[in-house]
């Protein structure tokens, strides 16, 4: 063997033995961080969802993936006695880091406890894409987890959903499936245009996958350009007539609504006053969110406004005050609005005072 040969194999077996050392910390690392959702404090959705369903209200989904988003939400939720569902997308875990994320959360139940408030608290991961990112999700602590397989064909949305059910039920641990695609953008879901759910599929994908909750599409979007529409052009309505025949179909089953933020116009206004540039947004009106809410939909996601809401007075404040650097300035009032605007969110859904 010639010499060069020797070292190009010496080279690669070192190579392959740093890669099992990696694989290793890995493992011991997700074993060592593995927990019962429990522990920390938090809920599955299936209580959750059962009494809303009862009640005739819809529990409040909230992305974060900060500390401010963090404290607004569980403030609010805790002053109006509301449940509450906090919702980590792959993008925030990946922003925030897996590990931080995993310690904020019992942190926050503790906040709302210190509160005086016993309020419900679920921790699900929003639009799991990989059964790998469900698995390392459940076995952080989440007690839900959604995959969206929705860009799949049926039996491949079938075989993943049914696979992270098959897994989440070992630790008790509900599922939200979806059928449908969403148009519009947001983290690391796309698509520019919507797929209806069809609802003569509902009812064999929920046989079939076993999951607790269904998202399906009815006209909301992703993102905050949820309709192209002009000035003065009315928005189109939600298809309700999908929705009632998904509830015929499944009585008293749990329906999910995603992309359902309104773009509140109050903080457009204002982040195009200071400097912004955001033409032609426009969200679900409220009417529809209400109505939608006293069907079998029980839980409602809303991300982009709490996005909108920290932007907008962050840029108010800066342009304001254009010699504070502090970034408690700037962010103590966003955390201030964003809990107002999450307050109203929960008298929307009728959450408020159902904890």
């Known amino acids: 063997m010639a010499p060069s040969e020797g070292v190009l194999s010496g080279k690669i077996s070192h190579e392959k033995d740093s890669c099992k050392k990696r694989r290793g910390r890995s493992v011991v690392k997700e074993e060592k961080m593995a927990v019962s959702f429990k522990e920390l404090g938090l809920v599955n959705t299936k209580e959750l969802f059962a009494k809303a369903i009862k009640g005739g209200y819809a529990v ?78 459940v076995d952080y602590g989440f007690s839900n987890v959604m995959i969206d397989g929705s860009h799949l064909p049926f039996d491949e949305n079938v075989e993943l959903t049914k696979k992270v059910v098959e897994y989440a039920r070992q630790k008790e641990v ?30 064999a994908f929920v046989t079939k996958t076993g999951v607790d909750s269904l998202a399906i599409s009815i006209g ?32 008293d089953f749990p329906i999910v609504l995603h992309g359902a933020s309104s773009v509140l116009v109050k903080y457009i206004e204002i982040i195009n006053k200071y400097g912004g540039k955001m033409e032609n947004t426009a969200g679900v009106p409220e009417e529809q969110i209400k109505k939608a809410v006293k069907t079998n939909v ?56 159902k904890a």
């Open 220 to 251: 909301t979007s992703h993102g905050a350009y949820k309709f192209k529409v002009k000035p003065g052009e009315s928005i189109p309505p939600l298809r309700f007539d999908i929705l009632e025949e998904c509830q015929r179909r499944l009585p």
């Open 174 to 203: 509900t599922v939200e499936g979806e059928l449908g695609v969403l148009a519009g953008i947001e983290e690391h879901v796309s698509s520019e245009v919507t797929h209806y759910t069809r609802p003569e599929e509902v009812e």
């Open 60 to 137: 409040p989904a909230y992305n974060f993936n900060n500390m401010e988003q963090l404290q607004a939400i569980i403030m609010a939720c805790a002053e109006c006695n509301s449940p509450v569902i906090l919702q980590i997308s792959k993008g925030a875990r990946q922003y925030a880091n897996q590990t931080l994320l995993r310690y904020m959360v019992p942190g926050a139940v503790e906040v709302a406890r210190e509160m005086g408030s016993n309020i419900p608290i679920a921790l699900n991961l929003d639009h799991g894409d990989s059964f790998e990112l469900a698995k390392s999700c």
């Open 298 to 353: 029980c839980k409602v996601n809303i991300d982009s406004d709490g996005r909108l809401v920290m932007t907008a007075m962050i840029r108010k404040f800066l342009a304001e005050n254009p010699q504070e650097f502090d970034p408690r300035k700037y962010l103590g009032p966003a955390r201030e609005a964003l809990k107002e605007m999450y307050i109203n969110k929960c008298r929307l859904l009728g959450s408020d005072g």
